[in-house]
């Protein structure tokens, strides 16, 4: 979990000593000489690995080219916000070109890695020297990396949540069929969110139409356990605030078993059998009276 | 993000409207949903008027509260009244909504996410609440 | 803090424009049960539409204004409660059962309108005041 700071603290306050600073700043300043080769050489691994297969090798190199930078510059200032911001940028950018969470993590271990073989080969001469710039380096390493794909999921989720609220509120459509008139089909199976979101759809429904009565076919929904049925009580409740009746059609004789079980008293319910019937008890309510039109006698020829 | 808290003391019926009001701005700076804010609003004023009636005073304590990525909001209804003797019985559904009595704690607890209530005859009452960002 | 009361023919209209505190709201009741009297209105409606949260209190509180209404002849129409505002009162079991309510107050009048036009016999002019 990332954490927020008001100015960057540098990294190296997780390592050892003050020297760390030093050896931070002499790694960052090669790993920016090497930058063409070592990012080169990253790209490559990535396509090796059979990584960002959704992604051109144009693409790729363009992406890579931003991250390597990104991912230098965190070493060295130890600014975490710019590299969260720069990671959810990216995600976005990504993920609907259905790049996954494993490709992500595996790019940045991938860097890591290079970096790290870099590094041991420019200081391989000098053992202590290469013990001291790994300290330094693997705490901020370990750090970037998490950020990275933290920032990552972070976005995805936020964007599957995005999606599952489309889809609910695509499928709770409230229908003004005539003035004062609503019918709301419930289709599917009905959990408290989706009932939750359903009623609030339904109250703004009856205030946007000047609803005063409402259909509520149910007959669409297979089964609903005792939280449901409850919300359905109370959306019918919350209606009548509203100056709203609702008439509950399709209701099966295991969904009226249910309702009955917890307690509701179906006679203060106004119930009818189907959407049609409910649909004609609303008018008869509204004070509407449905007559044929007489049809024109068939011209003589 | 600095981390909030404001304390409205509650002693006369006025301070049920002030609680209530700086909890919306509160959960509303957190984004809540509309529909939310009514709740918690709700929510706090059930237990700030529950202060009034059985406490001398007492202090509403609100706070913004993290859980990983969740951000949300925390209540606290404190008084220093002669405590609830039996909070089986007051958490029992539909007790004293209809009466004139105001508890109606079990229904608080339906509008929030997280319920806490410790009470000590002679020591008075806290009860904590939280709803959580979706 | 008063709420204003407009007479509209033989009704009372109580609009709410803000947070009422508990001093308020008993007051409120009150007066609308002292002027049904004074004005022999037939009917009362309260608009809540600018309260953001009708807690257990409130709700109380506009039963018994509506039962005492009823004792004076008069029929009580809420009016304006805010879809929010109606899913958290259901949430707490507060239901406002035996209490007519309505969309807005255009909704309000025309319930009185039919309501009261069964009860009563005399024809009523058609002119709005």
């Known amino acids: 979990m990332a954490e927020a700071s008001p100015h960057p603290v540098p990294i190296q306050k997780l390592g050892a000593g003050e020297s760390t600073a030093v050896l931070l700043r002499e790694l960052v300043a090669h790993l920016r000489q090497s930058r063409t080769q070592l990012r080169e050489e990253w790209a490559r691994r990535i396509t090796e690995a059979q990584l960002l297969t959704a992604m051109s090798k144009e693409e790729i190199f363009a992406e890579a080219t931003a991250v390597y930078d990104n991912y230098v510059d965190v070493l060295e200032t130890g600014a975490v916000e710019a590299l969260q911001d720069y990671a959810r940028n990216l995600s976005e950018r990504i993920i609907p070109r259905g790049v996954e969470t494993h490709e992500v993590v595996g790019i940045v271990l991938l860097l890591r890695d290079v970096l790290a073989r870099s590094l041991f080969s420019k200081y391989r001469q000098d053992f202590d020297k290469l013990s001291r710039v790994l300290d330094a380096y693997e705490p901020a390493a370990n750090r970037i990396g998490s950020t990275v794909a933290v920032s990552f999921v972070q976005e995805r989720e936020r964007i599957i949540r995005e999606q599952q609220e489309a889809i609910r509120e695509l499928s709770t459509p409230v229908l003004p069929v005539r003035e004062r008139l609503l019918i709301l089909p419930i289709i599917g199976m009905v959990d408290p969110l989706r009932a939750r979101q359903l009623t609030e759809q339904l109250l703004r429904g009856i205030r946007t139409n000047r609803a005063r009565v409402v259909v509520m076919d149910i007959t669409g929904v297979p089964a609903m356990d005792a939280t449901v049925a409850n919300h359905l009580v109370q959306t019918v409740e919350a209606s009548r605030l509203l100056g709203a009746t609702v008439i509950v059609t399709g209701l099966s004789p295991e969904l009226a078993q249910t309702l009955v079980n917890i307690g509701v008293d179906l006679s203060k319910m106004n119930t009818v059998g189907d959407l049609q019937g409910g649909i004609e008890e609303a008018e008869r309510q509204l004070g509407y009276r449905v007559v044929p039109m007489m049809e024109e006698p068939p011209v003589q020829t | ?134 | 803090m008063q709420v204003p009361i407009l007479k509209q023919r033989d009704y009372l209209i109580a609009s709410i424009q803000a947070a009422l505190t508990d001093a308020d709201l008993l007051q409120l009741r009150d007066a609308l049960v002292s002027q049904v009297g004074t004005y022999r209105s037939r009917g009362v409606i309260v608009d809540v539409t600018a309260l953001d949260v009708m807690d257990s209190f409130a709700v109380r509180t506009l039963r018994d204004l509506a039962h005492m209404i009823r004792l004076r002849g008069a029929e009580t129409v809420i009016v304006g409660i805010q879809p929010e505002v109606s899913f958290a009162m259901v949430q707490l079991g507060l239901t406002l059962e035996g209490v007519s309510t309505a969309l807005d107050l255009e909704e309000g009048l025309a319930y009185l309108d039919k309501k009261l036009r069964t009860i009563s016999a005399p024809p009523t002019s058609k002119k709005r005041g």
């Open chain 2, 1 to 134: 993000m600095p981390s909030q808290e404001i304390t409205v003391p509650v002693n006369a019926d006025i301070d049920i409207v002030t609680a209530r009001q700086k909890g919306r701005e509160l959960a509303r700076d957190l984004g809540f949903t509309s529909t939310d804010l009514a709740l918690i609003a709700t929510a706090i004023s059930e237990l700030a008027r529950n202060i009034i009636l059985y406490a001398n005073s007492g202090e509403i304590l609100l706070s913004v509260v993290e859980n990983g990525t969740r951000r949300g909001l925390k209540v606290v209804a404190r008084d220093d009244g002669p405590g609830i003797p039996d909070i089986e019985r007051a958490l029992e559904e539909g007790f004293s909504t209809s009466r004139s009595l105001g508890l109606g704690l079990s229904g608080v607890r339906r509008l929030m996410d997280e319920f806490d209530i410790v009470s000590e005859i002679g020591n008075g009452t806290t009860v904590t609440v939280k709803k959580w960002r979706l």
